[in-house]
């Protein structure tokens, strides 16, 4: 069963700086697609930052210089390090995990093909 439970979610002020975490389990964890989304109240899930198994990354415009996507396949764990925080950035972030070409294709049908997501971190950034 695979699972995917995310943590470090938090409340700061603007400028301040998180680390989320996603703890895999279950998957094949090597050639797999993963990526964050978020979610604020009234909005449309959007992707933040996606990494496929070489590492190569991709980013949402509003998040670029500010926001890093990592991995740790040894761990089984993916990480989104958020510096710079805006009150923008508040939503429900989540986890997402598919089969490679998830990774190749474009960003609006992505999560399609994103088989799996966690049930959520929030982030809230105040002024």
């Known amino acids: 069963q695979v699972q995917l439970v995310e943590s470090g979610g938090g409340s700061v002020q603007a400028g301040g700086s998180l680390r989320l975490s996603c703890a895999a389990s279950?998957?094949?964890?090597?050639?797999?697609?993963m990526g964050w989304f978020r979610q604020a109240p009234g909005k449309e899930r959007e992707e933040v930052a996606v990494?496929?198994?070489?590492?190569?990354?991709l980013y949402a415009d509003s998040v670029k210089g500010r926001f890093a996507i990592s991995r740790d396949n040894a761990k089984n764990t993916l990480y989104l390090q958020m510096n710079s925080l805006k009150p923008e950035d508040t939503a429900m972030y989540y986890c997402?995990?598919?089969?490679?070409?998830?990774?190749?294709?474009?960003?609006?049908?992505?999560?399609?093909?994103?088989?799996?997501w966690g049930q959520g971190t929030q982030v809230t950034v105040s002024s």
């Open positions: 997402a995990a598919g089969p490679a070409r998830a990774c190749s294709v474009v960003s609006v049908i992505r999560k399609t093909y994103l088989t799996y």
């Open positions: 990494i496929d198994s070489d590492f190569n990354t």
């Open positions: 279950g998957l094949t964890y090597g050639r797999i697609c």
